[in-house]
């Protein structure tokens, strides 16, 4: 969830209603007068939320104790295996594609790119891992396939589910692992081994990213 402007002065008010019966119930005089600062908090408290939002949840000094959640941004190197079978009823093999992450505090967003399809998330959650090392971001995505191979023989939009698993100390992940599950009968597992910092929208430049560096 993304806090805005009208949250943020939403609990403002609660908290001064509170303050102001706190101090009228111990008889301590409240005026109009203390009210004049409110617009200067809600805009202070709105930028610190941006700052908190966009930079400080991924300081290495307050993770573990204050903020709760791995940095994945960037592009990553993804080695996919799946269970999906060609026409001649063999199991594909293992295709190299890649994966864009944006990440703030409150939004988790992945684009998952093959040779022969996209798949972006439509709804994310990151949690710690129950092994209580590491934490474990999950996703449910649709995927398309290229527009050219919608025949209803070779592959079709679908939906799935993306359980990754993040390994290495700190904040940001060195490597991870993930398994995902589609509503067209097929499983796979994905091994993230790479990555940089910028976050690419298309197979082709991801791709020629990766080989140059």
Same mark, same amino acid.
């Given at each position: 969830?993304?806090?805005?402007?009208?949250?943020?002065? @939403?609990?403002? $008010?609660?908290?001064?209603?509170?303050w /102001?019966a +706190?101090?009228?119930?111990?008889?301590?005089p409240?005026? /109009?007068?203390h009210?004049k600062?409110? +617009?200067i $908090?809600?805009?202070?408290?709105?930028?610190l939320w941006?700052?908190?939002?966009?930079?400080? /949840?991924?300081?290495p000094?307050?993770?573990? /104790?204050? @903020? *709760?959640?791995p940095?994945?941004?960037?592009?990553?190197r $993804?080695?996919?295996?799946?269970?999906? *079978?060609?026409?001649?009823?063999?199991?594909?093999?293992?295709?190299?594609?890649?994966?864009?992450v944006?990440?703030?505090?409150?939004e988790?967003k992945?684009?998952?790119?093959?040779?022969?399809?996209?798949?972006?998330?439509?709804?994310?959650?990151?949690r710690?891992?129950?092994?209580g090392?590491g934490?474990?971001?999950?996703?449910?995505?649709?995927n398309?396939?290229?527009?050219?191979?919608?025949?209803?023989?070779?592959?079709?939009i679908?939906?799935?589910?993306?359980?990754i698993?993040?390994?290495?100390?700190?904040?940001?992940?060195d +490597?991870?692992t993930?398994?995902?599950w +589609?509503?067209?009968?097929? $499983?796979?597992t994905?091994?993230?081994n790479?990555?940089?910092d910028e976050? @690419?929208?298309?197979?082709?430049?991801?791709k020629?990213?990766?080989?140059?560096?």
């Open positions: 969830m993304k806090i805005e402007r009208i949250h943020i002065t @939403f609990f403002v $008010v609660i908290a001064a209603l509170v /102001w +706190t101090l009228a119930y111990q008889d301590t409240v005026t /109009w007068e009210a600062p409110f +617009t $908090v809600v805009s202070a408290l709105g930028v941006l700052i908190f939002d966009h930079r400080l /949840w991924r300081n000094y307050l993770h573990g /104790w204050f @903020f *709760k959640r940095d994945l941004r960037g592009t990553w $993804v080695e996919l295996q799946s269970s999906f *079978k060609s026409k001649s009823g063999e199991r594909v093999p293992m295709i190299v594609c890649y994966m864009g944006e990440q703030t505090l409150s988790l992945m684009h998952l790119m093959t040779p022969e399809s996209a798949s972006c998330s439509i709804a994310s959650h990151i710690p891992s129950p092994s090392k934490y474990q971001a999950i996703f449910v995505y649709t398309e396939p290229n527009i050219h191979l919608r025949d209803g023989r070779t592959s079709l679908h939906k799935g589910a993306l359980i698993n993040t390994h290495g100390s700190g904040v940001r992940p +490597t991870l993930a398994e995902y +589609t509503d067209r009968d097929t $499983v796979g994905m091994d993230f790479n990555r940089v976050v @690419f929208t298309r197979f082709a430049d991801a020629q990213h990766f080989e140059q560096s």
